[in-house]
């Protein structure tokens, strides 16, 4: 698919290159000889904008580490320690706290993309599930690097979701006691979260390196969906998507570094600068906000059937939410990737986002907030968040495989190059 | 693009209702929202006021709250002269080295100790406040919903309780307290303190002072941050608008084929 060989003219480059063809490699993958899609719009920024929070989690994670001392006697010590007396500490705390919520911003925009545009469709159902993967890994690292300060939440966020594990059937509380490494939430647990939280990241870059060789193999999707007839259809990488991706990345560190300078606590919880207390709950436990949806999801089941407990319900339906991205590629029916071209996907689209969005709310608040009061019963935050919840599996797991095959999608455009839709084309019918 | 449109308002809608939420469920009072030196962007800490608040810590909060993470050196910070710390340090003692025969010793405190806490250990701490533990301070102001605003209106919050309301044993009602019930009796009182050069030491200006002191207290480093959030601003904005610049120029010659 290159649309340039690479040839060097340094003489030193090319004798690297001819034992070490690493500089073709970058030539080929981000460099004049990877050919793109001309008409990529901004949501295909956030690919590399992903790839930037990596980066700066790696750097500002391994200056910290230099610092931290992972025991409960002394990690909030430490933290505080780094806050006050570390050269510019306070600076790679608050960046990399900050940054990964700025990580799960970027990454679920990402996703979201994938939804929209059909990035998930054949030819790309590899890149999709590794992007799934990755995902899974982020959340793992996240919630690992929030228990780090030892801070309440962190310690009862800790407590709750180790404890969730207790409700698979049999094996659940050995599960448990070595996830702690003893009988509570104590100074093993913190020891292994904190050298996981250190290994993970690296895991992430091996799968990252890896989502990206998949995504070479056939190449960026873009807005219309439609594959890339002829080169007129593409502009080579460098300079055209260098130049942008810079450029997006530029808006992106604005936005980072308002937080940063800012509003540094704005997304943490108050209560996490409270050193963890064993015998003292808050009065609220809320993980951070980029989990609250699946928090809600967790927390939508209320009822036992038979042996199985709605604790393990929620936990079930809590790693389904996510699992059932990794079939999505074969729930979804339909040949027409772009939901610009889907009327009905595109509308069952929106109403996910705003489901995504009401999860979120719902997982902000208790359970029996209420909403509306009918009198003799009320509509609370727990119902509104089992409608979201089932919202969410009906999309997935219904509508879209329904949808898809039956839907009647509109005419596609002839090319990339050329986005006019031929006077004689049909609406292409569902398979 | 509307659809970008609809997106971007949920996700603000979100995150107000989100925060709004959490607020609402957790205070529900309204705080008395006081007009901060070190707000905003450009905000800086009042060296005069946070010293008049070290003196109401030193002498109101100090008897039962700890201040652990301030060494007294961190008091030249807030405009003590070396001078000066050495002398309020000098004027507290802590455990010193074993002497010749082993045994311990007392020393008065150097610049480089820490705040002493009033308590030996959390079981002394509850034995002389009726079972509640007086929290350290050192984070306090980031510790709160609300922060420094939540600190001046708990301190100013004090009041008679409603007819109907019931208070505990030993409790205090407060306005702005989660629940009403308080074990902090109401800590300061008119000329409470006496300030050597500056405003009447009323509650509201002691209540307003140590907060302000113990916002520096939880988060030192906010000057720092804001002058360098700023020229980080004002070098990516410029960045930003050249790296614009740059982009449109690269695609110049795609974009006019259409």
């Known amino acids: ?431 | 693009m509307k659809i970008i449109k609809a997106i971007k308002t949920a996700f603000a809608a979100t995150i107000l209702l989100g925060t709004g939420s959490v607020l609402a469920a957790e205070g529900e009072v309204e705080l008395k929202h006081q007009d901060w030196s070190f707000n905003g962007a450009f905000g800086t800490y009042d060296r005069a006021a946070m010293q008049r608040g070290f003196q109401v810590y030193k002498e109101v909060c100090a008897a039962c709250h700890g201040l652990k993470y301030i060494a007294f050196r961190n008091l030249m910070e807030i405009g003590f002269s070396e001078a000066e710390a050495k002398a309020i340090a000098a004027e507290y003692t802590v455990p010193g080295a074993p002497d010749e025969f082993g045994d311990p010793t007392e020393r008065a405190a150097g610049l480089s100790d820490y705040m002493p806490s009033p308590f030996a250990n959390e079981q002394a701490a509850k034995a002389s406040n009726n079972g509640a533990i007086p929290p350290d301070l050192s984070l306090v102001a980031k510790a709160r919903e609300g922060g420094p605003d939540y600190l001046y209106s708990l301190l100013t919050g004090y009041e008679d309780p409603p007819e109907d309301f019931e208070l505990g044993d030993g409790l205090n009602y407060n306005a702005v307290f989660p629940g009403h019930q308080i074990a902090m009796p109401q800590p300061l009182f008119d000329d409470f303190v006496t300030y050597a050069n500056g405003p009447e030491a009323s509650v509201d200006q002691m209540a307003k002072d140590v907060s302000h002191f113990l916002m520096w207290a939880a988060e030192p480093k906010l000057e720092a941050r804001h002058q360098m959030g700023f020229k980080v601003m004002a070098f990516m904005l410029v960045l930003t608008i050249l790296l614009y610049l740059i982009n449109r120029k690269v695609w110049a010659n795609v974009k006019k084929k259409h």
């Open chain 1, 1 to 431: 698919m290159a649309t340039s060989t690479f040839e060097p003219k340094n003489r030193l480059v090319r004798w690297v290159d001819q034992q070490l063809p690493i500089f073709s490699l970058l030539h080929g993958s981000l460099g004049p000889g990877y050919p793109a899609p001309k008409n990529l719009n901004y949501f295909w920024n956030f690919g590399s904008l992903a790839g930037l929070c990596l980066v700066v989690q790696l750097v500002t994670g391994i200056v910290l580490a230099m610092h931290y001392q992972p025991s409960t006697a002394e990690a909030f010590g430490s933290t505080e320690h780094i806050m006050r007396d570390v050269n510019y500490g306070w600076l790679m705390r608050y960046v990399h706290a900050n940054g990964g919520s700025m990580f799960f911003i970027v990454v679920f925009i990402h996703i979201f993309r994938g939804l929209y545009y059909g990035s998930y469709k054949a030819p790309r159902e590899m890149l999709w599930m590794l992007g799934v993967v990755i995902l899974l890994l982020m959340m793992a690292t996240a919630f690992m690097g929030y228990v780090l300060p030892w801070g309440q939440m962190s310690f009862w966020g800790a407590t709750v979701i180790t404890n969730l594990f207790s409700a698979i059937p049999l094996v659940g509380e050995d599960i448990v006691t070595l996830l702690w490494g003893g009988f509570a939430v104590d100074n093993p647990t913190l020891n292994r979260f904190f050298s996981l939280h250190y290994l993970l990241p690296f895991v992430i870059v091996g799968v990252v390196i890896l989502h990206v060789w998949a995504l070479h193999i056939p190449g960026s999707n873009n807005p219309l969906g439609i594959d890339v007839k002829s080169p007129q259809d593409t502009v080579p990488f460098h300079p055209y998507y260098t130049a942008k991706d810079l450029f997006g990345i530029g808006v992106f560190i604005l936005i980072f570094a308002f937080f940063v300078f800012y509003a540094p606590n704005m997304l943490g919880h108050p209560d996490n600068y409270i050193p963890a207390n064993p015998l003292v709950t808050p009065p609220h436990i809320v993980p951070e906000w980029y989990f609250l949806p699946f928090y809600a999801i967790l927390r939508a089941f209320v009822t036992d059937i038979g042996p199985i407990t709605a604790k393990l319900q929620g936990v079930i339906a809590m790693f389904a939410s996510i699992l059932v991205l990794f079939i999505l590629p074969w729930l979804d029916g339909s040949k027409v990737r772009a939901a610009t071209f889907r009327p009905v996907y595109r509308f069952l689209f929106v109403i996910l986002v705003v489901d995504c969005f009401v999860l979120g709310w719902v997982g902000a608040n208790t359970p029996d907030r209420v909403l509306i009061d009918l009198g003799d019963s009320t509509f609370d935050m727990l119902h509104l968040g089992q409608i979201g919840t089932a919202w969410y599996f009906l999309h997935f797991l219904v509508l879209v495989p329904v949808i898809s095959r039956r839907e009647k999608t509109k005419p596609l455009p002839e090319s990339i190059a050329n986005p006019v839709i031929r006077p004689d084309a049909h609406a292409v019918p569902a398979e």
